[in-house]
């Protein structure tokens, strides 16, 4: 990986805890600050695809996503761009998803293997990343993860330089923190002994639920995973909820819906 680059990924074993607008609002936010941003959708949801494109359809992007772009082994950094890496709105470059990359895992362990044995499944991601860096240094690159575990996010994990884990206050969230930090481990033993942990966002907090608020507190007095937890807290709120019907481009509520991704990306950035 070009030392100059971040690769952030957001991730954490659980559905609905706002990882997808997260990653979007972040890489929007860096962007805007002129920083040069590489968006990746590694979910087949495709929903970050979605909140960053503006494509109605995220078919319109089939046989040009991430996935081909892991699959093609062969390519240069030149042509991976020119087929993969499409720009969006807002100064960002996206590689975005749909349903295919849920076979990615089938494609790894069928053809990948047999074809280029010796090679790790888990690095597939990076050595496409290390080819665009070559071509297209970004400063920035922004990684969507899917809620479950799988080669998805052991490739992404493998890509990154920084974890930012999600969570949303609830019981079957917190249950998932250990588990989720369990394969950031395994990653670092692995394939990635760089990897490093910027910390945990409280996001979907829900002001008026004191259950939301205990929840947050046990983190935050948790040995290990309190003195990981950022400052700035993500409120739910509508604006933010509707970041995927509005979009960032002509949103006339994105201040509000963006206001405290504002001061966590700040957070952030002193943390890297
Ligand atoms: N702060 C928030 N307030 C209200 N709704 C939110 C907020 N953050 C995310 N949402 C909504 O919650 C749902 C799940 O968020 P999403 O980012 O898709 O989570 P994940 O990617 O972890 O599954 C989406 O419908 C999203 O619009
Ligand atoms: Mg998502």
Redesign the pocket.
């Known amino acids: 990986m070009a030392s100059k680059t971040t690769v952030l990924y957001f991730g ?1 074993q ?11 609002t972040t890489a929007y936010i860096l962007a805007r600050r002129g920083q040069r941003v590489l968006a990746v959708d590694l ?1 087949s ?1 495709g ?1 970050l695809t979605n909140l960053l494109s503006d494509v109605d359809d995220i078919y319109e992007y089939s046989g040009r996503t991430a996935l081909e772009a892991m699959k093609a082994i062969d390519a240069d950094g030149e042509e991976l761009v020119s087929r993969y890496v499409h720009p969006v709105s807002n100064g960002i470059d996206l590689m975005p998803s749909e349903d295919f990359m849920a076979t990615l895992s089938r494609w790894l362990y069928r053809e990948f293997e047999r074809s280029y044995p010796g090679k790790n499944p888990g690095l597939v991601l990076r050595a496409a990343l290390n080819k665009i860096l070559q071509v297209r240094p970004y400063d920035y690159v922004v990684i ?1 993860s899917p ?1 479950s575990l799988g080669d998805q996010s052991i490739n992404g994990m493998a890509a990154a330089t920084h974890i930012v884990s ?1 969570f ?1 206050p609830s019981k079957f969230c917190l249950d998932a923190l250990p588990r989720f930090f369990e394969t950031v481990h395994h990653v670092r033993q692995q394939l990635n002994p760089n990897l490093k942990v910027a910390g945990i966002l409280a ?2 907090v829900d002001k008026r639920r004191s259950d939301a608020r205990l929840l947050v507190e046990t983190l935050q007095d948790d040995e290990e995973y309190g003195p990981l937890l950022f400052e700035q807290r ?5 604006a ?5 019907l509005q979009g960032f481009a002509t949103n006339p509520e994105l201040r509000r819906a963006i206001k405290e991704y504002e001061q966590f990306t700040e957070e952030l950035l002193q943390r890297l």
Do not use: C, F, H, V
């Open positions: 954490i659980k559905g609905g805890a706002a990882k997808s607008t997260t990653a979007a979910d949801q929903n969507d809620p999600l949303e996001t979907m993500i409120y739910r709120r509508a933010t909820g509707r970041l995927n």
